[in-house]
């Protein structure tokens, strides 16, 4: 293609993109991409670029549905435009750009001061750690997300899990600077990488080298005299900081080790330090008993409606139900256990809402730091038609209105809805994922909730079907992600709420400080 | 269901969960270069992944999973525009299409190098062309408040937008040519 040619279709492009496009730009467009096999690779690289600029890191405006009711939220292109980004555990924000102008000293997970107003999205999770593991000063809990932020770590050992699905190990008092899910920055230490094909890439910078793994799992010491790197699995692709004094580019293959020294210049091959690669930290069990589960609702007791009924712990009073629901037994974990059904699918039975409602005993704060762990059991009838057929728990403040709630951005929801939707609203923010279900099979929803005093809050989902749930370990992947949210809510009140021209069933719901505490079964105990 | 069942059920979940999060944006990015629309992008997304997550079962887990996401997609695509109106200007013909599928498929390994170009290209332009690509693709205002915001005419801002990007595009390109040099 000639310069001419290329400077048509960077105005045609452009005009695609922009939706501009004329309708003989577009029969040229058509005639050029039919017949010229440079000008479709121009096209296919240009479209490209432009799909990856939207894939900035972004918080859509469509989310702000501060005004928006519930119909109007289920329908408008804005809510699919949220809906289609938040396809199956996806990261509304993926932060891609590797500027790492930004980046300020905080403590965990904390958005530094001086920070620009806009939230910062968590990019990974710690996933094990040694009991003496300090990080910035603070003793760390397993399953804290992490901000974009730089870490000391004055002393034990820790693995860190990117929200790709890589993981990475630390000792040697480490010093490292995350950036984006998919760059992190070592400044001194030893890391073991270990990622496979089905992981993101991630691109660790160290003060001498760039790496970049290529399904991999590789361990590299990094100090002041240089850095060796050792490849187990896979490949890493070392890209020299000073190229005068080591070769530019370097693939270095499973097998070996190379020695970059700075004190010589010298490259050295060495080889593979099995065991230093082989370094990890099992995941620590949490142990905390059952009794530790803060609040229980189990629905037992006598008579046929919700409404009054005060069974289970943690609570300050009995439902309140507007008597859309009712009791049925057994419940959905076999015998001796108890749910409650709201059925709009007899005769005669025009009822399609149902809500309950019940205040907690202490408020959920989310203006401190931690991390709490919900889980409810639910099982949905056949859906009608194109019903929203929706099973929703929220967490609000109570007292407030509809429309306050809305305005104020105060309150969590979590629902399963139509036959392969799940959604998280925190705050403002919606996110939607798209999750096939089985008409009348039980679901364990189980709902983490990360909130702090400076850092933004985040709930992740996952949905799992009956019987795993019960023993299952706190999961790498969840279901849905929602949005990072800078929000104070004070939530002292829970709602079960559906919306369906069927019928549904929601089981045991508990709130603890863990996984495990969360995902034992009543009849266990 | 047999615990075995049950077990490797599991496994398939989690395994389409890693790979559905780690392709996400590559599947987004390959069904945005068929349609030309951010909006039907989305829709024909969701679709994709509705119809892997119910053939997951059929995916053959020794051979690369993207080629095998971007046929479902590259179907949806034609699904998508036999049921859909063309409403834009922008509706290549099948067999065009086709051609430029393919065309993306041969180009991949060079994307993937330009994608990770265009982050250190974005840092190297002036202030005044970063803002406008952070207004039209970061904060995704709309073109009328965008030209308000720059203080210039909407015909103006589509130029400046076209030579930004020309900017940008020419940036990666110069900087993949380097790195393949290098």
Redesign the interface.
């Known amino acids: 293609m000639n310069p001419f040619g290329r400077k048509s279709l960077h105005a045609l492009l452009s005009a695609v993109v922009d939706d501009t496009l004329t309708e003989s730009q577009a029969a040229e467009l058509s005639r050029l991409l039919g017949t010229d096999a440079a000008a479709r690779r121009f096209y296919v690289r240009y479209l490209d670029m432009n799909a990856a600029l939207a894939d900035m890191p972004q918080r859509p405006a469509a989310v702000r549905l501060q005004t928006l009711s519930w119909s109007t939220i289920a329908t408008s292109a804005a809510a699919v435009s949220v809906l289609a980004a938040a396809i199956l555990l996806v990261c509304l924000a993926p932060a891609t750009s590797d500027d790492r102008s930004g980046v300020e000293p905080g403590s965990v997970g904390q958005v530094a001061a001086g920070e620009s107003p806009a939230v910062s999205s968590y990019v990974a999770t710690i996933v094990s750690a040694s009991d003496d593991c300090v990080l910035n000063g603070i003793a760390i809990s397993v399953g804290e997300r992490l901000l974009p932020a730089p870490y000391e770590v004055a002393d034990g050992r820790l693995t860190v899990q990117f929200d790709g699905g890589a993981t990475v190990f630390f000792e040697g008092k480490p010093s490292f600077t995350l950036h984006s899910r998919r760059v992190m920055e070592v400044h001194r230490g030893t890391f073991v990488f270990d990622a496979d094909k089905f992981c993101e890439s991630i691109e660790i910078v160290t003060p001498y080298s760039t790496y970049k793994n290529i399904g991999t799992r590789y361990a590299a010491v990094v100090s002041e005299q240089g850095e060796e790197v050792h490849v187990a699995k896979g490949a890493v692709r070392r890209t020299a900081e000073d190229p005068a004094r080591h070769p530019h580019k370097k693939l270095i293959k499973a097998g070996g080790g190379v020695r970059y020294s700075t004190v010589n210049g010298e490259t050295e091959f060495i080889p593979l330090d099995a065991g230093l690669v082989s370094r990890s930290l099992a995941k620590r069990a949490d142990s905390a008993p059952v009794s530790q589960r803060t609040v229980v609702a189990d629905f037992a007791g006598d008579g046929d409606q919700l409404e009054g009924h005060a069974s289970g712990k943690g609570w300050s009073e009995a439902w309140r139900s507007d008597l859309g629901f009712r009791r049925i037994v057994p419940g959905l974990a076999g015998s001796g256990s108890v749910a409650v059904r709201h059925d709009a699918s007899g005769e005669g039975q025009s009822r399609r809402v149902s809500a309950a409602h019940r205040r907690l005993e202490d408020p959920i704060d989310l203006a401190q730091d931690g991390v709490l762990y919900l889980r409810f059991v639910v099982r949905r009838g056949p859906r009608v038609g194109r019903d929203v057929h929706r099973a929703m728990l929220v967490l609000r403040k109570y007292g407030l209105t509809p429309k306050q709630e809305i305005q104020r951005g105060s309150l969590i929801q979590i629902a399963l809805q139509k036959d392969d939707s799940a959604m998280i609203r925190l705050g403002d923010a919606i996110t939607r994922a798209s999750l096939p279900q089985n008409a009348e099979e039980t679901y364990a929803v189980i709902v983490k909730i990360v909130s702090g005093r400076v850092k933004p809050e985040q709930v992740l989902v996952r949905v799992m079907g009956s019987n795993r749930w019960a023993h299952a370990e706190e999961p790498e992947e969840w279901s849905v992600v929602s949005e990072s949210v800078a929000t104070d809510m004070l939530l002292d009140q829970v709602s079960l709420e559906c919306a369906s021209s069927s019928w549904i069933d929601f089981g045991e719901l508990c709130i603890g400080p863990t996984w495990e505490s969360v995902t034992r079964l009543t009849s266990q105990q | 269901?047999t615990k075995q069942h049950?077990s490797n059920?599991?496994a398939d979940q989690?395994?389409?969960?890693?790979?559905?999060?780690?392709n996400?944006?590559h599947l987004?990015?390959y069904i945005?270069?068929l349609l030309?629309?951010?909006?039907d992008?989305?829709?024909v997304?969701?679709e994709v992944?509705?119809s892997i997550?119910?053939k997951f079962s059929e995916y053959d887990r020794k051979r690369?999973?993207m080629p095998w996401a971007c046929r479902f997609a590259y179907l949806k695509v034609l699904k998508f525009r036999e049921q859909q109106r063309p409403r834009?200007?922008?509706?290549?013909?099948p067999?065009?299409l086709e051609?430029?599928a393919r065309?993306?498929e041969e180009?991949e390994p060079?994307?993937a190098e330009?994608?990770a170009a265009?982050?250190?290209c974005?840092?190297k332009l002036p202030a005044g062309d970063h803002g406008l690509?952070m207004a039209?693709?970061?904060?995704?205002l709309p073109?009328e408040q965008i030209a308000t915001q720059f203080s210039m005419s909407r015909r103006t801002l589509?130029r400046n937008?076209?030579r930004v990007?020309?900017l940008?595009?020419n940036c990666?390109s110069r900087s993949v040519l380097l790195e393949d040099h290098?």
């Open positions: 269901m049950e059920a599991d989690q395994l389409f969960v890693r790979l559905i999060t780690a996400y944006e987004r990015r945005y270069t030309a629309h951010e909006e992008t989305k829709d997304l969701q992944c509705v997550s119910r690369p999973f834009r200007t922008v509706w290549l013909p067999e065009v051609v430029v065309a993306r180009d060079v994307l330009r994608l265009l982050h250190k974005l840092g690509i039209r693709y970061l904060e995704q073109t589509f937008l076209e990007r020309r940008l595009f990666i290098a």
